[in-house]
């Protein structure tokens, strides 16, 4: 099983700051197969950044995902109020297919 | 516009069963690989099964392995989990995904699973 491992575990931050959030894998992910959601309290989380790069339908460009092989990084230009949220990154490579803990963008 | 409804959570005593539907609409369902991904109370997310478009292949997370059952049915446009032999550690929001790719495109808002006695 590749075990993701994301930090910081939590990051406070101040509105139109840069978030830069971690997520690294025990194995190399296969193809970049990795993907990012964004999920706020009492909701479904929501889908970002697949292919590891590649952003979802509607979300805005400051959100963008980089990495390959076991370090990936999810970053967030400038903070917007609405962007604080729990942030998991998944790896869909190999089975099982498997979440990180997250990680909790706070306002500061 | 995508929409997935989850209904059938609630109390469960430990042992008991539970059967989770999903009712898709928006798309054509016949056509996506579905997902059901759990999170625990105050917890992070898990993975727990998959299933093919036409239900030929299914796939299980190995905690939940001999005792939940996903299916489908296309001409209803739903998806299912029976869940047997439940555990405390299964109390859990449960939510119906759209796989594409293998990632998860839409999610549904989640139905909450109880164990306990």
């Known amino acids: 099983e590749i075990v993701l491992t994301q930090s910081p575990g939590t990051l406070s931050l101040s509105p139109g700051e840069r978030a830069t959030l971690s997520c690294r894998a025990s194995q190399s992910v296969s193809s970049s197969y990795l993907a990012w959601y964004q999920q706020k309290p009492g909701q479904a989380p929501r889908l970002l950044i697949y292919g590891a790069s590649n952003r979802a339908t509607g979300i805005p460009d400051r959100f963008s995902g980089s990495g390959s092989g076991t370090d990936f990084t999810l970053t967030i230009s400038r903070l917007e109020p609405e962007d604080f949220a729990v942030y998991y990154c998944q790896q869909y490579g190999r089975s099982p297919e498997t979440f990180g803990q997250g990680t909790k963008v706070e306002i500061k | 516009e995508v929409q997935l409804v989850e209904s059938g959570g609630g109390l469960v005593q430990p042992g008991g069963s539970l059967r989770l539907s999903c009712a898709a609409s928006g798309f054509t369902f016949s056509n996506y690989w579905m997902t059901w991904v759990r999170q625990a109370p105050g917890k992070g997310l898990e993975w727990v099964a998959n299933i093919k478009e036409d239900g030929s292949e299914k796939y299980y997370v190995d905690s939940v392995k001999g005792r939940f059952t996903i299916s489908r049915d296309n001409a209803k446009n739903s998806l299912y989990l029976q869940m047997n032999s439940l555990r405390a550690e299964d109390t859990a929001v449960y939510y119906c995904?759209?796989?594409?790719?293998?990632?998860?495109?839409?999610w549904g808002q989640g139905t909450l699973v109880t164990v306990s006695s």
């Open positions: 995904v759209r796989r594409l790719g293998g990632w998860f495109d839409f």
